[in-house]
């Protein structure tokens, strides 16, 4: 099993900037493709940012592209999303997620992922 912890989220203003962390442990070395979901109220979960295990592919959802970085130290079993120019329709509960799948051709797809966090909350106010 993979545990996932995320951290980082709060209530910031538009046009701000927030560091998610998301700390895996356990049989980590099952894990290759990495990503950030997130989910609004009354809306479904959706595809933020997805990584590769050595880090050299990243994809993101259209909505984010130009404003989040995602990375990932795996020396640290870390996971970060770098979040600048925040909008109030980035407002969502944010999951860090785990996937037994090596290609990044998976990436988007939610039901690839093994392995969710509890969730971290951030709100941007207008």
């Known amino acids: 099993q993979v545990q996932l912890v995320e951290s980082g989220g709060g209530l910031v203003q538009a046009g701000d900037s927030l560091r998610l962390s998301c700390a895996a442990s356990?049989?980590?070395?099952?894990?290759?493709?990495m990503g950030w979901f997130r989910q609004a109220p009354g809306k479904e979960r959706e595809f933020a940012a997805g990584i590769s295990w050595g880090g050299g592919a990243t994809l993101y959802a259209d909505s984010v592209k130009g404003r989040f970085t995602i990375s990932r130290n795996n020396a640290l079993n870390t996971l970060y999303l770098q979040m600048n120019s925040l909008k109030p329709e980035d407002t969502a509960v944010y999951y860090c997620?785990?996937?037994?799948?090596?290609?990044?051709?998976?990436?988007?797809?939610?039901?690839?992922?093994?392995?969710w966090g509890q969730g971290t909350q951030v709100t941007v106010s207008s």
């Open positions: 356990g049989r980590t070395g099952r894990t290759y493709i």
């Open positions: 997620a785990a996937s037994e799948y090596g290609d990044m051709f998976y990436a988007r797809d939610i039901s690839k992922y093994n392995y």
